[in-house]
T-cell receptor, first 114, second 111 residues
């Protein structure tokens, strides 16, 4: 058990749908992250939250909208996605934001956009 | 910018064979280096890490040494098991806490 849970585990949505991905960490960490994992590409960091404040947005299209209501929960709101957005979306958390920090990952949500 | 390059897979080995997965990095500063492993249907798990030059990370029989002179962090294991079959990711974290991952190397160990 990693201590980081993600729901749903699988999601199929049309391009006009609105859906949300949820991540919860039970580790008492202060930083949370969203990554995108596509086939044959390195993990792409999308967003970073540190103490509920967004500290990084790696040029992610506005059809992805993160929300961090508290240090334990992180959401990714999805709206009018494209088929190329189909991927595994991974959430992670870490105690702090220093470069030596280990990130703990959830199992991911596998998203298919039709 | 900072980046990680790791050996392309897939790698297929027989049980008890020696494993090496190469990883080199490019960084302007002195990053921390990590190996993560992803088993089927799961997220990434930390396997080992090293935070400064000449540090050796080790876990579950896996080892990697932070080599500043060759900018490398190669993963090794003396005798692999079927249960080691997974995808292995090399990663670095710089002063901005921007974690950069390699593309991953899929390892399959056959009995």
């Amino acid at each position: 058990e990693t201590g980081v849970t993600q729901t749903p585990r699988h999601l199929v949505m049309g391009m006009t749908n609105k859906k949300s991905l949820k991540c919860e960490q039970h580790l008492g960490h202060n930083a949370m992250y969203w990554y995108k994992q596509s086939a044959k590409k390195p993990l792409e960091l999308m967003f970073v939250y540190n103490f509920k404040e967004q500290t990084e947005n790696n040029s992610v299209p506005s059809r992805f909208s993160p929300e961090c209501p508290n240090s334990s929960h992180l959401f990714l709101h999805l709206h009018t996605l494209q088929p190329e957005d189909s991927a595994l979306y991974l959430c992670a958390s870490s105690q702090g934001s220093g470069q030596q920090e280990t990130q703990y990952f959830g199992p991911g949500t596998r998203l298919l956009v039709l | 910018g900072d980046s990680v390059t790791q050996m392309e897979g897939p790698v297929t080995l027989s049980e008890e064979a020696f494993l090496t997965i190469n990883c080199t990095y490019t960084a302007t500063g002195y990053p921390s280096l990590f190996w993560y492993v992803q088993y089927p249907g799961e997220g990434l798990q930390l396997l080992l890490k090293a935070t400064k030059a000449d540090d050796k990370g080790s876990n579950k029989g896996f080892e990697a040494t932070y080599r500043k002179e060759t900018t490398s962090f190669h993963l090794e294991k003396g005798s692999v098991q079927v249960s080691d079959s997974a995808v292995y990711f090399c990663a670095l974290s710089d002063n901005n806490n921007d974690m950069r991952f390699g593309a991953g190397t899929r390892l399959t160990v056959k009995p």
